[in-house]
């Protein structure tokens, strides 16, 4: 089984006393279930897993009384159980397809007979109305794919060599050369595996990528389905914008241009339709801000975005078609920067930071601009052997010094440091 860091999460809430129900948001495949299961078998004696749209019945143990008391004997009638006080984990999958559930969780938590874990795909979409959100009985968490450090623990890397990589990255000093190779070798297979979990176990047991290959494909299909499914008269334009991410990060500049969609496309036309995309996890927006001044959100210009997909796999399954090899042999060419920088989107996406690019008029374009304890880093994504051409980066140095605390460039490079830039290894996003 895959180690995951959502389960120190669940054994934090465990070890606090379960005392809220515990939410897990995030997009279909992240490893939600798996890591409830696994969890469930190490704290409790009695796990009982209810999905919602595999056992469709469980919705109408919700329809009548709320209390915990009814609830229980309508899902004991319906087979599930035992319901044994104390000793029992109750886990409410895919939520978002019984709204009355999420309402029940108000009651149930107050009368705490036994714990409650809840998972949602698409929490964030409102597919159907919730009544009563049961405020202050909930505490969320949102999951992602599997981070780079999650994917060296896949593949056997040792704690003792992440530690050398972590220290080298806070002191400021080049990794061991021979430990750098493996980590950029290790960091071109993450470009062209990912993050989701079911992909990552099929490389480590059959490092076969038709393998990989066919569950990339098959959760793509997943997504798109979901689209049919959720997005009621949207779905046509969601689909549009969803398909049009991967071509429209390729370009050079991979701002997100509406016009690109066809004639007469607008931002009034296709909010709401990114908007859900975004909502629903599979995609994370990067806001535009012309301004170096904390906070960024009162400086975005929200009518100019980068789209970045949720994983970066499921990105190279879609770009690169086939030459994935390419990718691993580290032959750079135009796809290789879009893949790279939503790598780093990515790992800043899954450490809580909302995204940011910094562009005035457009000139001067930074990747990424991130708040770092209450004072501004500036972060440059480079793929290719230039990395130290950075003109942007420079123009903001000698204008906006005093307001940028960090300069960062993440790029193929050992750790190299100067008067006023830091160069990282592209693989050390997973500590920033």
């Known amino acids: ?57 469980a919705i109408e143990a919700f329809d009548g009384n709320l209390d915990t008391a009814t609830i229980v004997t309508n899902l004991s009638a319906m087979g599930f159980g035992p319901f044994v006080k104390g000793q029992t984990l109750v886990f409410f999958d895919e939520i978002q397809d019984c709204p009355n559930a999420r309402t029940a969780i108000k009651f149930l938590v107050e009368e705490h007979w036994f714990d409650y874990i809840e998972s949602g795909s698409l929490l964030g979409i409102n597919y159907k109305p919730v009544k009563s959100y ?17 994917f060296l623990w896949a593949n056997n890397i040792d704690e003792s060599i992440i530690g050398i990589i972590r220290q080298s990255f806070l002191e400021l000093q080049p990794v061991p050369e021979f430990v750098h190779k493996q980590m950029m070798m290790l960091y071109r297979l993450y470009l062209v595996i990912g993050g989701m979990p079911e992909a990552v176990q ?17 959760i793509l299909t997943t997504y798109r389905s979901d689209i049919t499914n959720y997005a009621g008269q949207q779905q046509a334009m969601v689909k549009q914008v969803f398909d049009a991410v991967p071509s429209q990060l390729a370009k ?41 001044q904390l906070p960024f959100n009162a400086f975005e210009n929200r009518k100019l975005y980068k789209l970045y997909m949720v994983d970066v796999g499921l990105l190279s399954q879609i770009l690169l078609k086939g030459i994935q090899i390419d990718v691993l ?28 690019y910094y562009d005035r008029k457009s000139r001067h374009e930074l990747d990424f601009i991130i708040e770092d304890n209450g004072k501004i880093s500036v972060i440059e994504v480079k793929s290719g052997k230039d990395f130290h051409r950075h003109a942007s980066l420079d123009y903001a140095l000698q204008n906006h010094e005093d307001k ?28 920033l």
């Not at 890591?35 to 190490?42: A, G, L, Q, Y």
């Not at 135009?334 to 930071?353: P, R, W």
């Open 202 to 218: 099929k490389y480590v047991d059959s490092r076969d990528f038709n393998n990989v290959n066919a569950v990339q494909k098959s």
């Open 404 to 431: 940028i605390h960090k300069a960062i460039v993440l790029c193929t490079s050992n750790v190299q440091y100067d008067d006023k830039v830091i160069y990282l290894p592209l693989y050390m996003s997973m500590f």
């Open 1 to 57: 089984m895959l180690k995951r860091k959502i389960i120190n999460k669940l054994e934090e809430w465990y070890k606090n006393g379960a005392t809220k129900a515990l939410l897990l948001n995030g997009t279909r495949q992240v490893g939600k279930t798996t890591s409830v299961r696994m969890f469930s078998e190490k704290h409790y004696k009695n796990f009982i897993e209810i999905n919602f749209v595999k056992n469709p019945i």
């Open 134 to 150: 049961p405020v202050g009985y909930e505490e969320e968490i949102r999951v992602y794919p599997m981070d780079f450090e999650e």
């Open 329 to 356: 042999n580290g032959n750079v060419n135009i796809n290789e920067g879009a893949i790279a920088e939503n790598f780093v989107a990515s790992a800043l996406a899954s450490k809580g930071y909302d995204l940011h």
């Open 252 to 292: 050079e500049n991979k701002r997100f241009i509406l016009a690109s969609l066809g004639k007469g496309a607008s931002l009034r036309k296709y909010e709401d339709p990114t908007q859900w995309l975004v909502d629903a996890g599979l995609t994370y927006y990067s806001f535009n801000t012309s301004s170096l």
